[in-house]
């Protein structure tokens, strides 16, 4: 279909909008700071049989600080954190299937400290999404059957770690059903007489007895693998955790993920929110806030300091509004939508200034569908942002939207709803229509759209039972977390801005799609584990790695095309839940940012080089 241009208006029509009028909330949380003399808190990790245990998370947050630095442990287990200000620390040491060892060190005083490590008894509760999803039984044709149906179904808005960490016998599982069949993407419950999610209420009785034998009172059908712990370049990655304030000062939750023991945390606790981050030029962090908030549409984190500053777009019945995607251009600045959280209003098009901090809201003409939740930029002074029913591309110079409608938007089996986009090098956008599989992409040449389709999961249809086919022909899926069982479910994606592919995250087929831009041609490229990785968000850095967050369990993954290897970093928070990723390479360096939505911080990884790694064991050895 053509695109449709029209001039953009600088206004908001329901969000009544004056740059001079912002109200922006400031939230000073600064830990100690950094000096010239700043020490090396170092040390090593032994089992309590005398093993000396590699890739073991060593963590450290200053009393009353809000930044937590994490590093891991070497294949001797010693450990080497980047040079901190003298202060007083809680450390902590973890690994899966031992018990947390905690400590408390005054870096003034004490430069080494080493911990031991006991196995602990009981240890599900501490184990992330990918392991215990991993875990269910799928050797007979039944229970793959079932397992599909927890991982379609079950995944969706939340980590397998989340309900799995659990015991329920089989009338506990069947009302937890009950009662998920009735809530929708939203974590709104639609109350009993809403009609019930179609997967879940034709396979509820095999589920509640399936999930009882794996996660009930008696002997658990599942089978638990740990793989190995952090190595080589994954265990020379730093994290820098910075947390983001609860709601007007709130405290903070006493289980925000940096304890495994304590399991998963609980989205009822005020900690979710914080969806998607970028970094600025000059380092700082900035957030989009996706729930209803009073005070934040966005935000941002000193990367020094952690001090964070809030910034309020007004909406209505005294709500600020809302964001859900945010990205950066080539000139450091920032993009985001801006929705209303509280009602179903035109959404908008943010841009900020991170240096002057000035806001400018830009709204599609009401011809036009109002903008949706992800957003890319092309380089060329064009930002992209999704619409319910395609994408819009906005001309910076001349701030005019021009629509691009996608081939698909309702047919027999419902809505194909749009969720991601990414922008290629050529100027056109790819956006993904995660409820039907389907990857739509412009010719800005002509204005019009094309369609394709992904193919189905392997082994999903070849297993379906008669009834099940049967089911499936008329089925429509309530949104684009309760898909078909085979579904890849294309969520979000990124494009090489300096090659020819296009890749995306399938979240429910464990895979990435690489679009060739030029052929069109479709490649499925496998996670490690597809049937318990599940990938969220794409980048691609400068040398044409592939990064994605692994949304259901706390880890990220890195791709290399040249030699199709993958490497697996594992995040220092449990039930993290990130749903998104971004890079900043600035002087040579690359930083990973990741916001968490669960447990409301966002973190930055690097990764040290061997040289440098060995610069700091010479220099703790001279402290």
């Known amino acids: 279909m053509p695109g449709a241009s029209s001039e953009g208006r600088n206004v908001m029509t329901r969000w009544q909008f004056m740059a001079a009028g912002l109200a922006?909330?400031?939230t000073a949380l600064v830990p100690t700071k950094g000096r010239a003399d700043d020490v090396m808190l170092s040390g090593a990790v032994v089992s309590s049989s005398g093993e000396k245990m590699g890739g073991v998370t060593i963590s450290a947050k200053p009393e009353g600080g809000t930044i937590t630095t994490s590093v891991f442990t070497d294949e001797s287990g010693a450990y080497y954190f980047p040079p901190m200000p003298a202060a007083q620390y809680r450390v902590w040491a973890q690994a899966l299937s031992y018990e947390t060892a905690k400590s408390s060190v005054d870096l003034a005083t004490t430069r080494r400290q080493d911990f031991l490590l006991k196995p602990m008894q009981d240890f599900v509760r501490q184990l992330p999404g990918d392991v215990l999803l991993g875990a269910l039984p799928g050797d007979t044709p039944e229970d793959f059957r079932m397992k599909t149906q927890v991982r379609k179904n079950c995944t969706g808005c939340h980590s397998a770690s989340y309900p799995l960490q659990h015991k329920f016998d089989e009338a506990g599982w069947n009302a937890i059903l009950d009662l998920m069949k009735h809530v929708n993407v939203l974590g709104n419950y639609l109350g009993p007489d809403h009609k019930g999610t179609p997967n879940i209420e034709f396979h509820q009785k095999e589920l509640a007895a399936y999930l009882a034998r794996a996660r009930g009172p008696g002997e658990s059908s599942m089978k638990i693998k740990l793989g190995p712990r952090p190595s080589g370049e994954a265990a020379r990655a730093v994290f820098r955790e910075y947390d983001f304030p609860k709601e007007d000062g709130a405290d903070t939750s006493s289980n925000d993920g940096s304890d495994w023991s304590l399991g998963t945390p609980s989205e009822l606790n005020g900690m979710v929110g914080v969806h998607d981050a970028q970094a600025d030029f000059d380092g700082n962090l900035w957030i989009t806030y996706s729930l209803p908030s009073h005070d934040t549409t966005i935000a941002r984190i000193d990367a020094k300091t952690g001090a964070v500053k809030k910034f309020r777009l007004d909406d209505v019945r005294g709500f600020a509004a809302g964001s859900h995607g945010m990205t950066r251009d080539e000139n450091g600045t920032l993009w985001f939508n801006t929705r209303s959280n509280v009602g179903r209003m035109h959404g908008g098009l943010g841009k900020i200034d991170p240096r002057?901090?000035?806001i400018n809201v830009y709204v599609p003409p009401e011809t036009m569908s109002g903008t949706a939740g992800t957003l890319d930029v092309d380089l060329k002074?064009?930002?992209?942002?999704?619409?319910p029913d395609g994408a819009l591309r906005f001309d910076v110079a001349k701030e005019t939207f021009t629509?691009?409608?996608?081939?698909?938007?309702k047919n027999q089996h419902g809505t194909a709803t749009v969720y991601g986009i990414a922008v290629d090098r050529e100027g056109n956008g790819w956006w993904a229509l995660m409820s039907?599989?389907?990857?739509d992409y412009s010719d800005i040449a002509t204005g019009k759209t094309s369609e394709l389709k992904l193919p189905p999961e392997p082994g999903i249809m070849e297993n379906l039972?008669?009834?099940q086919r049967k089911m499936y022909e008329t089925f429509v899926a309530p949104d684009f977390n309760a898909p078909f069982a085979w579904a890849q479910g294309?969520?979000?994606?990124?494009a090489d801005k300096n090659g020819d592919f296009v890749w995306i995250g399938n979240s429910f087929g464990g895979t990435l799609a690489r679009i060739d831009i030029r052929t069109k041609e479709v490649t499925l490229v496998p996670l490690p584990n597809p049937e318990a990785l599940q990938p969220y968000q794409v980048q691609i850095d400068s040398e044409h790695n592939v990064w994605t967050n692994l949304w259901s369990t706390d880890r990220?993954?890195?791709?290399?095309?040249?030699?199709?290897q993958w490497t697996l970093f594992d995040l220092p928070t449990r039930g993290t839940e990130t749903r998104y990723i971004s890079l900043l390479e600035r002087d040579g360096k690359l930083q990973v940012i990741l916001p968490y939505y669960r447990t409301r911080k966002v973190a930055v990884m690097t990764v040290r080089s061997e040289q440098e790694l060995e610069a700091l064991k010479i220099r703790a050895g001279g402290q």
């Not at 990220?556 to 199709?564: H, L, N, R």
């Open 403 to 409: 629509e691009f409608k996608s081939i698909t938007y």
């Open 436 to 439: 039907q599989d389907l990857i």
């Open 356 to 358: 002057s901090e000035q």
């Open 556 to 564: 990220i993954a890195k791709y290399d095309p040249s030699t199709s």
């Open 381 to 387: 002074g064009h930002v992209w942002v999704t619409a």
């Open 490 to 494: 294309p969520r979000r994606l990124g």
């Open 24 to 26: 922006i909330v400031a």
């Open 465 to 467: 039972t008669p009834e």
